[in-house]
């Protein structure tokens, strides 16, 4: 195989392939040299820098530092800080001591279900609560008595701490728990302004028995006369008015068999978009007439309508002939 030779003439064996490698990797050398120098110089002349801008304090500056330093440590409250140390000390040795043997918890829990099944089956939870109470005091008399000889003196000090400081963790730990007393205390939750009438007392004239005027109440059907804009002065007119609509209901058309009048002053609550006013007298018509509402509004129908008052506002009636 011959050789590869390269270069102008005269000068073919003077440029060959090993020579040329050897120059290049000459000059590669030479650079990192050269870059590595620059580099040595850049971190130099840096520290040279950072040295030079470095702040300097006069003796003067020295002297007030180290001054303001041990007037600071002499004003630190030493003495409350050991008491502070001492007293964490003292709650986490207390805190340690508290967790009783599981036999003590086990005796602890037969005594008080014990107590609870001495109760009335009736008792409510306030009895019950009074009960365990007194349960823990008469324990906490009987221990520091040291009347039950059962109980190590180690034993009897972590029972007295736990039922004296950490009952509830106590009474949760042994695995009993009661409900929450509940206190009902009934309010009135009228919006205000709302006029409230009795039971049995119906504003305006009389209304006559045929009207079968039901108080809060709301009667279902298909309206005949639009309420919106027709107003009576009583729920006797509003009852009347349904029966003059079917007196002279045309053949084809329905007549009114329910009437539904508002005798609130400040209006009636519906669960509709409109807002209903006093004096409004709806007449309607149902085959099978259904009632919408009656008496109090249902807890859940007042939580999803807040507006809605406690009691039915509407006074409606099947009228008969």
């Not at 990192?32 to 304090?57: C, E, G, R, T």
């Not at 209901?249 to 539904?260: M, T």
């Not at 609550?269 to 006013?277: A, L, M, R, T, V």
């Amino acid at each position: 195989m011959a050789r590869i030779e390269w270069g102008f003439q005269g000068r073919g064996k003077w440029c060959s392939y090993k020579r040329t490698t050897l120059i290049i990797c000459s000059i590669n050398i030479a650079v990192a040299l050269y870059v590595l120098h620059s580099l040595y110089n850049s971190i130099y002349i840096s520290s040279n820098i950072d040295s030079q801008s470095a702040v300097k304090y006069t003796p003067d500056q020295i002297r007030k530092m180290e001054e303001s330093i041990r007037i600071r440590r002499a004003s630190e409250p030493v003495e409350l800080v050991k008491l502070v140390k001492e007293v964490e000390k003292e709650l986490s040795r207390e805190a340690s001591e508290v967790e009783l043997p599981q036999p003590i918890k086990q005796k602890i829990t037969d005594e008080i279900l014990q107590r609870l099944k001495s109760l009335d089956h009736n008792s409510n939870v306030s009895v019950q609560r009074e009960a365990v109470e007194s349960w823990r005091k008469e324990k906490i008399e009987e221990v520091k008595k040291s009347m039950n000889s059962t109980i190590s003196p180690e034993e009897a000090g972590m029972l007295v701490r736990a039922l004296e400081s950490n009952w509830a963790v106590l009474f949760e730990e042994i695995g009993l728990w009661m409900p929450t007393e509940v206190i009902y205390k009934e309010h009135d939750d009228k919006p205000e302004g709302e006029e409230e009438f009795d039971d049995g007392i119906i504003p305006g004239r009389p209304v006559p028995p045929e009207c079968h005027a039901e108080i809060h109440t709301d009667y279902d059907g298909a309206a005949v006369r639009w309420g919106l804009t027709h107003h009576k002065d009583s729920a006797a007119d509003c009852c009347q008015a349904c029966f003059d609509q079917a007196n002279h209901a045309k053949p084809g058309e329905k007549k009114c068999n329910i009437w539904v009048y508002c005798p609130s002053e400040t209006g009636c609550f519906s669960p509709d978009i409109y807002e209903h006013k006093n004096g409004e007298c709806w007449l309607k018509y149902a085959e099978k007439p259904r009632l919408n509402f009656k008496d109090k509004y249902s807890e859940s129908y007042r939580n999803a309508h807040p507006s809605a008052p406690l009691f039915v506002p509407w006074v409606s009636g099947v009228a008969s002939a």
